[in-house]
């Protein structure tokens, strides 16, 4: 049981760190490209619903698929490891709801967690994506993001 739980740990922490880098793929490539049917919303004023929430709507199952699956297959190691696999997608994505929809947009009653300088410093760099459209594409490494992008010339000196 215990070393279940740390073969999940061991695998979802990292996966739900590397979530960063394949938002900030998506976002770039699929999001800003052929998907910009969907994603043009979150960059317009819309009511409470946009039609960008399809991206959560259809990656929510596919990591609650990688950890259901477990109910039949329960010990196997296969099975252990996409249970971690879904179990760190799911954590970066409710830390993704919470932050950049629930924070940043103001679309959940959390707006406490402006009281840290971190989120207030991603709230600021998700608002440069926001004004140019450009990098950041990721959220938690988002100011990172920003001065990258300025080294190489693609966004404003702030
Ligand atoms: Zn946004
Ligand atoms: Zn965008």
Do not use: C
Request: aromatic share 12%; charged share 15%.
């Amino acid at each position: 049981m215990l070393t279940t739980l740390i073969l999940w740990m061991a695998i979802a922490l990292p996966v739900a760190v590397a979530m960063e880098w394949w938002a900030r793929l998506m976002h770039d490539r699929a999001w800003h490209g052929f998907l910009w049917v969907f994603h043009r919303s979150h960059h317009r004023p819309s009511g409470p619903i946009e039609l960008n929430d399809v991206f959560p709507v259809l990656h929510a199952p596919l990591a609650a698929g990688l950890m259901i699956q477990r109910a039949w297959f329960e010990g196997a190691l296969l099975s252990e490891v996409l249970f971690g696999v879904g179990l760190g997608a799911t954590l970066f994505g409710v830390a993704y709801t919470i932050v950049h929809d629930g924070y940043i947009h103001g679309r959940l009653p959390v707006s406490f967690l402006g009281r840290f300088a971190y989120m207030r410093s991603l709230r600021d760099a998700h608002g440069l994506h926001h004004k140019h459209g450009r990098e950041p594409y990721g959220l938690f490494l988002g100011e990172r993001e920003v001065l990258a992008a300025r080294r190489r010339g693609v966004l404003p000196p702030g």
